[in-house]
């Protein structure tokens, strides 16, 4: 497999597969079929939309495609936003309001949570793999740090760093994705 679609538009996580995969694979995006357009995500759980994205851009392309999809799970809020993580509140600081108000009389051992990323690839025939992975962590009471995106500045990891204060690279080497990401490149590589 030389040529390879990501189901993205986000520039991050290009750079970062392009990083993982090495100079044998050519990763394009979405920006490379502007034609596909916008694939609604509406399956209930990450396995069910990474699933619909990658067969999606399969079709449309005839190419090898992953597709990612990705939230976090708040177990004081029974696993929510989860798969609605994106549409929990219009902007990444409303998100962050949202989520700190909704847990605003829970004590620091009830506020762990988890980020969650799964990874599907799809051959041009529709065979598919799935990878998952997961970060541990739990809820902060004020957001720090200037990194990342989303709920990173929220999200503490057991050495009471948040997402946010990590560099890019620290991030990668410990997140949901970075490790969805490497359990998938033996994948992309072999074929
Ligand atoms: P795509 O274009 O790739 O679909 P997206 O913004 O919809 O980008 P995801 O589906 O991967 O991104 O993620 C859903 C939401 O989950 C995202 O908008 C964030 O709010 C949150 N999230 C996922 N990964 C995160 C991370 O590493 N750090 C902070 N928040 C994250």
Redesign the pocket.
């Known amino acids: 497999m030389k040529d390879l679609v990501f189901a993205?538009?986000?520039k991050g996580?290009l750079v970062e597969l392009q990083g993982l995969v090495g100079a044998g694979v050519h990763v394009r995006s979405l920006k490379d079929f502007p034609e596909i357009g916008e694939i609604p995500e509406t399956a209930d759980t990450f396995e069910g939309n990474s699933e619909l994205k990658a067969r999606a851009v399969a079709t449309a392309t005839g190419l090898w495609a992953l597709a990612?999809?990705?939230?976090?799970m708040v177990d004081a809020l029974d696993g929510r936003p989860g798969v609605y993580?994106?549409r929990y509140a219009p902007t990444?600081s409303e998100?962050i309001t949202k989520l700190l108000s909704e847990l605003v009389n829970v004590p620091d051992a009830k506020r762990s949570a988890r980020?969650v990323c799964s990874l599907c690839l799809c051959s041009p025939a529709g065979d598919v793999v799935f990878t998952r992975g997961t970060c541990e962590g739990r809820i902060g009471h004020v957001a720090r740090g200037a990194h990342?995106?989303?709920?990173?500045p929220i999200?503490e990891l057991p050495d009471g760093r948040t997402?946010a204060e990590l560099t890019h690279d620290q991030k990668s080497g410990l997140?949901?994705?970075g490790q969805a990401f490497r359990l998938m490149v033996p994948e992309l590589t072999r074929r």
Do not use: E, M, P
């Not at 990612?68 to 976090?72: A, E, I, N, P, T």
């Not at 990342?148 to 990173?152: A, C, E, H, L, Q």
């Open positions: 993205t538009s986000n996580k990612d999809d990705s939230g976090l993580s994106a990444d998100r980020f990342g995106f989303g709920y990173d999200f997402l997140s949901h994705r």
